[in-house]
C-alpha cells in the first residue's frame, strides 16, 4: 500500500464529534428556529457557557435574525411553480390545479368576508340594543324619580 492510498486521519469513516455538530445542527435547522431556541434555553438550563455559545453562534450565524433556519438551496423560488416541466400533460395538469386552487382560495376569502361582515352586523345590532335599553331604562328612572319628588 502506497503513502497516497493511506487515509490522512486514522478517524476517518469513524463518526467523530465534528460529524455529531453537523448532524445536530442539520437537526435543528431541519426543525426551524424554535428548536434553536429550545435547545439554547436547555444549554442554559443544562451549564450556562453551553447555552451562551449555542447562542453566541446562532447571533454568529444569523440564525437569530432571519426569517427561517433553512439553508438558502433548499428555498424555492416562486416561479420554480411556473416553469415547464417539458411534459404537456403534466403541465396541463399543474395549470388546472393551480387555477383550482386559487378559484377555491377566492372563495375562502369571500367566504371570511362574509363571516366578517355577519359578525360586525351581530356585534353592531348588539350595541344598538344595550343603546335602546339603556335609554329606555334611563327613561324610566327619570319618569319614576320626577314622580317621586311630586309625591313628596
Not at 5 to 24: E, I, N, Q, T, Y
Not at 86 to 106: C, H, P, W
Not at 125 to 133: S, T
Request: net charge positive; with cysteine; glycine share 6%.
Amino acid at each position: 500500500m502506497s503513502t497516497t492510498d493511506m487515509p490522512l486521519s486514522r478517524h476517518v469513516g469513524r463518526p467523530g464529534f465534528k460529524d455529531w455538530l453537523v448532524r445536530a445542527e442539520n437537526w435543528l435547522d431541519a426543525r426551524g428556529k424554535p428548536a434553536w431556541i429550545a435547545a439554547m434555553v436547555l444549554g442554559f438550563i443544562a451549564f450556562w457557557p453551553l447555552g451562551l455559545a449555542i447562542l453566541a453562534y446562532m447571533i454568529w450565524s444569523k440564525r437569530m435574525f432571519s426569517k427561517t433556519c433553512r439553508s438558502r438551496g433548499a428555498r424555492v423560488s416562486p416561479f420554480t411553480a411556473m416553469r415547464s416541466s417539458g411534459n404537456t400533460a403534466f403541465d396541463a395538469y399543474k395549470a388546472e390545479t393551480l387555477r383550482r386552487l386559487e378559484e377555491e382560495q377566492r372563495a375562502f376569502e369571500s367566504f371570511l368576508e362574509r363571516l366578517r361582515e355577519a359578525k360586525d352586523k351581530a356585534e353592531f345590532d348588539q350595541f344598538m340594543e344595550d343603546r335602546a335599553a339603556k335609554a329606555r331604562t334611563a327613561r324610566e328612572d327619570d319618569e319614576n324619580g320626577n314622580g317621586d319628588k311630586d309625591a313628596a
